[in-house]
């Protein structure tokens, strides 16, 4: 009988997890001025038309946009019904990893009108598949992801400082940069 952990465990394995990486990134950006690391923890990510997804995390990553290695969990913690995540249902999801790092993105957590997230000091964009149980080495969706250290949207109330393309933003406990 296999057993499924928790959401709760899940997200604290990998909380603990990005933090190894938040090291492992930190000692990278001592080595190149330019890397940094990131850490977060975003329980509510939402904004578009149907679907929350809960998304934590970590990595490295460079202030130009050419690297960017980090992975972590996700959870669809309600159903998901447009953007590239269309389709994951209310409690898929297992885990996420970067697959392309990007210099910037286009974003919008809701409605307001679309920014621009570019790569920087405390600021990482990049691309990330993502893995529902079942579905072994094959990315389930793929997206594009931005993590901050300040908020992204400050012309909407409260801090937006995680989004994930499709599905909207969050104000995350994130640690970004060196």
Do not use: Y
Not at 85 to 108: I, K, M, N, Y
Not at 143 to 160: E, F, K, S, Y
């Amino acid at each position: 009988m296999s057993r499924i952990p928790s959401l709760p465990r899940l997200v604290a394995a990998c909380f603990a997890v990005a933090m190894l990486v938040l090291v492992i990134g930190a000692s990278a950006a001592s080595a190149n001025p330019s890397r940094g690391g990131f850490a977060f923890a975003a329980r509510d990510v939402r904004g578009g038309p149907a679907g929350a997804v809960s998304f934590v995390g970590g990595g490295a990553f460079d202030t130009a946009g050419t690297f960017a290695h980090g992975g972590g969990a996700f959870r669809c913690t309600e159903s998901v019904g447009q953007g590239p995540l269309a389709g994951c249902q209310t409690g898929e999801g297992v885990r996420w990893h970067t697959d392309t790092a990007l210099a910037s993105t286009p974003f919008r957590c809701s409605t307001d009108a679309v920014k621009t997230g570019t790569t920087g000091p405390d600021i990482t964009a990049f691309r990330a598949t993502f893995f529902r149980a079942g579905d072994g080495n094959t990315p389930s969706f793929t997206a594009n992801v931005i993590v901050a250290g300040h908020d992204i949207a400050p012309d909407l109330t409260g801090m937006q400082n995680v989004w994930i393309q499709g599905v909207g933003c969050a104000n995350a406990s994130t640690h970004v940069g060196g």
